[in-house]
């Protein structure tokens, strides 16, 4: 939190938690709205669990982390539990899940003895199955563990929920077959009048894709995920709003005791007893194999046909399992092994300003530190001053920071509630904070004036050497700070004038990575000319622009040469970026820079001019999320080679957008407006014509 912890301070930030996700819990299971993904409930939670362990003084009974969740809705009957609907406690990291093996080792030492059984943790909704007499009597949801709400009528609609149970002789021939003698042998007597079952209602990834294509067609809002679907279906009054939305449903558990010694014999059960259990879920000898299990479905989880956001573990030794007893409202011999959060929770501790190569003012968050996706990210992006001011975000604010594929991290959500009395709103800079000029509006930005700003040159200098202009490997912002601290070099053409000795003057080369270094200059002096361009920095010029423009103008003297009028004539450039490349090549600054570039040998590559029509001439394609065979510089690549221009803000004019894992805000804005969305694969036959 920034500060050293008192207990004033504990006991304040517990009772703040407490309440925002009391708030969010009851949204979620009573009132069937989530403002927050349950990834950033999650870190939530795990903070005030953390915090209660750490201070167990200030636990009280009304705490999240003592109950399951909300009170069961009045437009339904009330069913209590005759067991206990309990939940799980979460950890994230193989670290926790030793840690917790560690414990429940100690306190029955023969715990591991039947070794574990896993499960793939469903993004649904969990209900109760009771059947009398064979048949099924009574369905209910979890509500608040102990009293849930009767949807029997609706969970009937559900056909992979049986109505009737097959007959114990049925029973026992399958658990034969499966190697479960002594388990057949105690069913062929029969078993008792009631019994009771506990499963998940979801809905499938197709599926939500259907229903919300139907709400698009009909100009209504639509659903956030799945889960909100499945959990909404249930709870209608109306029996037909469940039997149209095609809920699936998986067994999990057995209340009743059948004779089952193990949960793999649980599950071997369920199945005989005609209930649809998960084919993935399985028996672990190890803690090892429960961490390969884990780590495995974190990556292919994609490719199952349902939503997922981890797995859990039982003690696969039911007698062992009972021994450990119930802490809270969660079983000691079970955990949810959660898969790398997405999104979390943290708190901004300052919000600093950063002038980019263009003169834009960016307000930046400095974040306690969180691991997201496997990543520890301490800053985020706040974009502009306005949306600073939209979000309202303040230092000392508790935020939900997401990060997905390859978007960087950004804060998605404050959560008010949780903020600090003395926080006070950040103020649009009249100047900049590394000169000192006055700034000016431009359209949303802050910018500085001042051409010679010191942040301004550095920055340039940066973007000169990057992956998408020159690609100097090897010369990172670290080494480029110390070139210019040291006055080795004064404007861009200066780098192509370092030699191996004039490195072995900087701190920290010595002889082979100053002969790499220079030997890597020598080698970019040929550059094609759209990376030329590029690294030239002109305002509002990225790639798709630069490759226009050197597919136009072919050479550096041309497109010098060219006026503010010509620069309109070409499609997809209109006035602002005219003149803003117009101006660039007026300053006498600048063109003294492209005599020096010269000079020190710079050359630019001339593109190549296709002769054949190409597979994706005169299509408009954008990229979003992490693509498996290749790069996105490489996709993008591909796709101007083959004809096609590259943009990166969805609109009107797009052909078709390419998804990849993990797709960002495009992909929504491009489902909005109707565009084609592709995968890799068909990007990939697209290219080859096919």
């Given at each position: 939190?920034?500060?050293?912890l008192?207990?004033?301070?504990?006991?304040?930030?517990?009772?703040n938690?407490?309440?925002?996700?009391?708030?969010?819990?009851y949204?979620?299971?009573?009132?069937d709205q989530?403002?927050?993904s349950?990834?950033a409930?999650?870190?939530?939670k795990?903070?005030?669990e953390?915090l209660?362990?750490?201070?167990?003084?200030f636990?009280t009974?009304?705490?999240?982390?003592?109950r399951?969740g909300?009170?069961?809705r009045?437009?339904?009957?009330k069913v209590?539990h005759?067991v206990?609907m309990?939940s799980?406690?979460d950890v994230?990291?193989?670290?926790?899940?030793?840690s917790?093996?560690e414990?429940?080792?100690?306190?029955?030492?023969e715990?591991?003895?039947e070794g574990f059984?896993?499960?793939?943790?469903?993004?649904?909704?969990?209900?109760?199955?009771e059947?009398?007499?064979?048949?099924f009597s009574?369905g209910s949801?979890r509500?608040?563990?102990?009293?849930?709400?009767?949807?029997?009528h609706?969970l009937?609609?559900?056909?992979?929920?049986?109505?009737g149970?097959r007959?114990s002789?049925?029973v026992?021939?399958d658990?034969?077959k499966?190697?479960?003698?002594?388990?057949?042998k105690?069913?062929r007597k029969?078993?008792p009048?009631?019994l009771?079952?506990?499963?998940e209602v979801?809905l499938?990834?197709?599926?939500f894709?259907a229903?919300n294509?139907?709400?698009k067609?009909?100009?209504?809002?639509l659903?956030?995920?799945p889960?909100n679907?499945?959990?909404?279906s249930?709870r209608?009054l109306d029996?037909k709003?469940?039997a149209?939305?095609?809920l699936?449903s998986?067994?999990?558990?057995?209340?009743?005791d059948?004779g089952?010694?193990?949960?793999e014999e649980?599950h071997?059960?369920l199945?005989?007893?005609?209930?649809k259990?998960?084919t993935?879920?399985?028996?672990?000898k190890?803690?090892h194999?429960?961490?390969?299990?884990?780590?495995?479905?974190?990556?292919?989880?994609?490719?199952?046909p349902?939503e997922i956001d981890?797995?859990?573990v039982?003690i696969?030794?039911?007698s062992?399992?009972?021994?450990l007893g119930?802490?809270?409202?969660?079983p000691r011999?079970?955990?949810?092994?959660?898969f790398e959060?997405r999104?979390?929770?943290t708190?901004?501790e300052?919000?600093n300003i950063f002038?980019g190569?263009t003169?834009?003012?960016t307000?930046?968050?400095?974040l306690?530190?969180v691991s997201?996706?496997g990543?520890?990210v301490t800053?985020?992006t706040?974009?502009n001053f306005d949306?600073l001011?939209k979000?309202?975000?303040?230092?000392?604010?508790?935020v939900i920071?997401?990060?997905?594929?390859?978007v960087?991290p950004?804060?998605?959500?404050?959560?008010?509630s949780l903020?600090?009395?003395a926080a006070r709103?950040?103020?649009?800079?009249?100047?900049?904070?590394?000169?000192?000029?006055p700034?000016?509006?431009?359209g949303?930005f802050i910018r500085?004036?001042?051409k010679?700003?010191?942040?301004?040159?550095?920055?340039?200098?940066?973007?000169?050497?990057?992956?998408?202009?020159f690609?100097?490997?090897?010369?990172?912002?670290?080494t480029?700070?110390?070139?210019?601290d040291?006055?080795?070099?004064?404007d861009?053409?200066?780098?192509?004038t370092?030699?191996?000795?004039?490195f072995?003057?900087?701190e920290?080369?010595a002889?082979?990575?100053?002969?790499k270094?220079a030997?890597?200059?020598q080698?970019?002096?040929?550059?094609p000319?759209?990376?030329?361009?590029?690294a030239?920095?002109?305002l509002?010029?990225g790639?798709?622009?630069?490759?226009i423009?050197?597919?136009?103008f072919?050479?550096?003297?041309n497109?010098?040469?060219?006026?503010e009028?010509?620069?309109q004539q070409i499609?997809d450039?209109?006035?602002t970026v005219?003149?803003?490349?117009?101006?660039?090549f007026?300053?006498a600054q600048?063109?003294?820079l492209?005599?020096?570039?010269?000079?020190v040998g710079?050359?630019a590559i001339?593109p190549?001019i296709q002769?054949k029509?190409?597979?994706?001439?005169g299509?408009?394609?954008i990229?979003?999320?992490?693509?498996?065979?290749?790069t996105r510089?490489e996709?993008q690549?591909s796709?101007?080679?083959h004809?096609?221009?590259v943009?990166?803000?969805?609109?009107?004019?797009?052909?078709?957008?390419?998804?990849?894992?993990?797709?960002g805000?495009?992909h929504?804005?491009?489902t909005?407006?109707?565009?084609?969305?592709?995968?890799?694969?068909e990007?990939?036959?697209?290219?080859k014509?096919?």
């Open positions: 939190m920034g500060k050293k008192t207990k004033q301070r504990v006991r304040e930030r517990i009772e938690l407490k309440k925002e996700i009391n708030r969010h819990r949204l979620y299971h009573v009132l989530q403002e927050i349950d990834a409930l999650d870190s939530l795990k903070e005030l953390q209660e362990y750490q201070f167990p003084e636990v009974s009304d705490s999240p982390t003592q399951i909300g009170k069961a009045a437009e339904f009957t209590r005759a206990p309990l799980f406690n994230f990291s193989e670290g926790d899940f030793f917790w093996v414990r429940i080792s100690k306190l029955v030492p715990v591991l003895r059984f896993l499960e793939l943790k469903i993004d649904g909704l969990a209900v109760s199955l059947y009398n007499n064979g048949l009574v949801t509500g608040d563990g102990v009293v849930g709400e009767d949807v029997t609706n009937k609609t559900i056909e992979a929920i049986p109505l149970l007959t002789k049925e026992a021939v658990l034969a499966e190697g479960f003698h002594q388990l057949a105690q069913l029969g078993f009048r009631h009771e079952v506990r499963g979801f499938g990834k197709k599926e894709a229903i294509r139907e709400q067609k009909h100009s209504q809002s659903y956030a995920n889960r679907i499945a959990a909404g249930i209608q029996p709003v469940a149209s939305r095609n699936d998986f067994a999990y558990d057995l209340v009743t059948l089952q010694k193990t949960h649980t071997a059960l199945r005989a007893l005609g209930f259990t998960n993935h879920n399985r028996f672990a190890n803690p194999d429960v961490v390969s299990f884990r780590n495995s479905w974190e990556k292919n989880r994609d490719g199952l349902y981890g797995i859990v039982l696969n030794d039911n062992a399992f009972r021994r119930v802490v809270g409202k969660a011999g079970a955990i949810a092994y959660k959060l999104e979390a929770e708190v901004v300052k919000i002038v190569r003169g834009v003012l307000p930046v968050a400095k306690r530190p997201i996706g990543v520890t800053h985020a706040l974009h949306q001011k979000l309202d975000i303040r230092e000392g604010d508790t920071v997401g990060r997905a594929g390859d960087i950004q804060v998605v959500r404050v959560l008010p903020r600090p009395k709103a950040k103020a649009t800079p009249r100047r900049c904070p590394e000169c000192g000029s700034t000016v509006r431009d949303v500085c004036q001042n010679k700003c010191p942040a301004l040159r550095r920055e340039h200098f940066y973007y000169f050497v990057s992956k998408g202009a690609d100097i490997e090897g010369l990172g912002p670290e480029v700070d110390k070139l210019i040291g006055g080795f070099i004064k861009a053409a200066d780098f192509f370092l030699s191996k000795d004039g072995l003057q900087v920290g080369f002889e082979i990575s100053a002969n270094l030997a890597a200059l080698a970019k002096k040929k550059v000319f759209e990376r030329l361009i590029k030239l920095g002109i509002h010029v790639d798709e622009t630069a490759r423009l050197a597919q136009r072919k050479t550096i003297e497109l010098s040469a060219a006026g009028k010509d620069l499609p450039i209109g006035p005219a003149r803003s490349i117009a101006l660039w007026e300053s600048n063109r003294t492209l005599r020096k570039l010269q000079r710079v050359r001339a190549k002769d029509k190409q597979s994706l001439s299509t408009t394609v990229f979003t999320g992490e693509l498996k065979t290749m510089d996709a690549q796709a101007r080679e004809g096609a221009t943009t990166t803000v969805v609109s009107p004019k797009t052909s078709f957008v390419v998804a990849g894992k993990d797709p805000e495009k929504e804005k491009a909005k407006l109707g565009i084609e969305i592709i995968d890799e694969g990007f990939l036959r697209r290219v014509g096919r």
